[in-house]
């Protein structure tokens, strides 16, 4: 019998299925951890990747959007990248791009982190923006910018209801040019984890618009990154971006689409371990369900996960309180 990857899938987030049934570990529990090089298959010491990781331009952080374990490893890697004197800036799938003028009045000391999640409303957008405040401030500290990268949840909202063909004009304006939803390695993942196919299920119209969706995130994501290192502010600066795992797998997502704009540059992708730690609201089991993936399926990808993965033992089976699964993908 095959091994299997057992998932739950609300949306277009992917959730582990053990996350539904475990919670974080208890506080205090030890539970073993290391870095992984995929591309090597061995784990690697924390020094040794972070001495790879000052050959990048672009480092890609893959989370589980609501893992407090994630957010901490966000802020050690940003704190122990700025130590090394590496000049920083972080991007955030967090808030959309129209909200940069509040980010820059941030990034000037005008306004503190508080005021910044007030005048941009950020606990309408992302619930759980509290969880990168020691990350964005330990950025803040060390001179790097913060930047809003997302589109405008209003924007994939119409994409996923009307596919790109079917958009209004004021909405075509705000997708990027020479987008690019001819990506059948991306586009099959997606399809895989949703686990609805066209000639099963007669919604293969409703799934490939989903698909243009996350792929209009990812352009957006993909061209503010670019711009700001194309501009005098970013262009010595290594990029942090602080996403979900989904969006930087496999290197498709968000970077085929800056290393499109930007041939040649450097990049590293990090993806934290969900390791049973997933746990669902009540809501959000009601939107979920099983799918399998098999470990010969996940071979049809020709390139590995990330570079690096940081993989935690799996959490006990006793059920405890946890964060819910959170917004997004």
């Avoid at 503190?112 to 803040?140: M, S």
């Avoid at 993942?189 to 409703?206: C, I």
């Avoid at 942090?240 to 930087?248: F, I, K, N």
């Avoid at 470990?295 to 049809?300: G, T």
């Amino acid at each position: 019998m095959q091994p299997m990857l057992k998932l739950l899938v609300v949306g277009l987030s992917v959730l582990s299925a053990a996350g539904a049934a475990r919670a974080q570990a208890p506080a205090g529990t030890e539970r073993c951890a290391m870095w992984i090089d995929l591309y090597d298959g061995e784990p690697v010491a924390y020094e040794d990747m972070l001495e790879d990781l000052l050959e990048a331009r672009v480092i890609y952080l893959g989370e589980r959007h609501t893992l407090v374990r994630h957010h901490g490893l966000q802020e050690r890697l940003i704190r122990d990248l700025a130590a090394k004197g590496v000049d920083l800036a972080v991007g955030l799938e967090m808030l959309p791009a129209d909200v940069q003028p509040v980010l820059d009045r941030y990034n000037s000391g005008g306004i503190t982190f508080d005021d910044l999640a007030e005048e941009v409303g950020w606990k309408e957008i992302w619930n759980n923006y509290e969880q990168y405040r020691a990350a964005i401030e330990a950025a803040h500290e060390a001179g790097a910018p913060i930047l809003a990268l997302n589109a405008r949840r209003e924007l994939a909202k119409q994409v996923a209801m009307k596919g790109l063909d079917g958009l209004e004009p004021e909405w075509t304006g705000k997708v990027p040019e020479g987008i690019d939803t001819d990506q059948p390695d991306y586009e099959r993942e997606l399809m895989r984890v949703m686990m609805v196919m066209a000639h099963a299920t007669g919604q293969s119209d409703m799934m490939r618009r989903m698909f243009e969706a996350q792929v209009v995130k990812d352009e957006v994501m993909a061209d503010a990154v670019v711009r700001f290192m194309k501009s005098p502010e970013g262009g010595n600066r290594t990029i942090v971006v602080l996403c979900g795992a989904g969006h930087v797998a496999y290197g498709y997502g968000i970077p085929s689409r800056v290393r499109s704009r930007l041939p040649g540059v450097t990049d590293r992708i990090l993806v934290f371990s969900e390791s049973g730690d997933v746990v669902l609201s009540e809501r959000e089991k009601a939107m979920a369900r099983m799918i399998e993936i098999t470990h010969a399926q996940l071979r049809e990808n020709t390139v590995p996960f990330a570079d690096y993965l940081h993989a935690v033992e799996p959490a006990p089976e006793e059920p405890a309180e946890a964060d819910s699964a959170g917004p997004g993908n």
